[in-house]
């Protein structure tokens, strides 16, 4: 679909699934509720799982909150449009469907050409991973058709570049101190987001925090068809063994997905590699190395964490 179709489909209330640099997003125009509320059914998301609010600049987002500071802006000037998604306080125009109630609102600006120029016409697109809830998020255009068949209109721009969603970030600002919060590891480590800001002259302490909201602190999320089985120091058969025992299932087809060793290839490839391997297989094997505990593989070992069903 052409973003000039997705243009007309958004703005007559539809859901369309649009490119960005980290995943597929399943968006909808903000000012309508009732595309707001296509998203949740048709992702089958609860209602309690709130939405990142796309923008295409700086001054749009600032129009969707009641708050914007100088860490929000500092970090927006140097990530915008990328991987990074900034919590605010939300202004009045942010419906409490998008917010799961909170009064916070997730905003974030997308680096990728084809949803930028579908962004400049509206004030903001709620977007979540163009999935069904829980499921593996979609890296390509076909991962969306697969996922939805015809029910789902995409705008197809490529492979994601990055591959595993943005990280998430809520600011808190107490008598002179910034702290930022994690609430979701992604692209930008903790120890980028200090540098990013120090370079700006502002001294921050940075934190991983779980999720107040889902899925943060939801077990499960981003599973494939197949268990997804994980060990670190311990063989092939072991982990199967365990794993069968606990599953109570037995594995003919067992296939190991190796991460290598560069992070950003790694988060690149992982959904897909999930979706490719699940069709052949009957369990995926992960096993993974000291050096995939170091924090730049943060954000893949959280989306794998959670992609497991055995876990050792
Ligand atoms: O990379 C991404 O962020 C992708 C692409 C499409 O932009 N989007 C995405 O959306 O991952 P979604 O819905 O799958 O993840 C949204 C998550 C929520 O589950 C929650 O963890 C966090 O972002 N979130 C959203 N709004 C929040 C809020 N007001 N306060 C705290 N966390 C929030
Ligand atoms: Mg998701």
């Given at each position: ?53 796309h ?19 500092a ?9 990074l ?14 917010t ?7 905003l ?20 979540p ?28 721009g ?34 980028d987001?200090?540098?990013i ?15 107040p ?49 560069d992070?950003q ?14 069709h ?22 959280n ?10």
């Open positions: 679909m052409s973003v000039t179709e997705a243009i007309l489909r958004l703005k007559a209330g539809d859901t369309v699934a649009i490119p960005t640099e980290t995943v597929y997003g399943l968006a909808a125009d903000i000012k309508q509720i009732s595309a707001l509320k296509k998203i949740f059914s048709t992702k089958e998301r609860p209602f309690f799982d709130p939405l990142i609010v923008v295409d600049s700086i001054e749009k987002a600032k129009k969707l909150v009641t708050h914007w500071s100088h860490v929000h802006e970090l927006a000037q140097k990530c915008w449009p990328g991987p998604t900034l919590i605010a306080p939300k202004a009045d125009v942010i419906d409490p469907i998008i799961s109630g909170l009064t916070d609102v997730a974030r600006c997308p680096n990728h050409p084809l949803s930028l120029n579908i962004l400049k016409q509206f004030e903001g697109l709620a977007a991973s163009a999935n069904k809830f829980g499921k593996t998020s979609p890296t390509r255009a076909e991962h969306v058709r697969s996922e939805f068949s015809d029910e789902v209109y995409v705008v197809d490529g492979e994601c570049e990055v591959g595993i969603e943005s990280t998430v970030v809520a600011v808190t600002e107490l008598e002179n101190r910034v702290a930022l919060k994690i609430y979701r590891p992604g692209f930008y480590s903790a120890a987001l200090e540098k800001l120090s370079n700006a002259g502002i001294e921050a302490q940075v934190s991983y925090a779980e999720s909201v889902a899925p943060g602190h939801l077990k499960h999320h981003y599973m494939p068809r197949i268990p997804v089985v994980v060990g670190h120091k311990i063989s092939m058969a072991e982990i199967l063994k365990i794993s069968e025992g606990e599953l109570t299932q037995v594995f003919t087809r067992p296939i190991e997905l190796s991460l290598g060793s992070p290839m790694a988060a690149r490839e992982f959904y897909q590699k999930l979706r490719l391997l699940s052949e297989h009957d369990v995926i094997v992960v096993l993974t190395q000291d050096h995939h505990h170091a924090e730049e593989w943060l954000g893949i070992m989306r794998l964490t959670k992609a497991a069903s055995v876990k050792r």
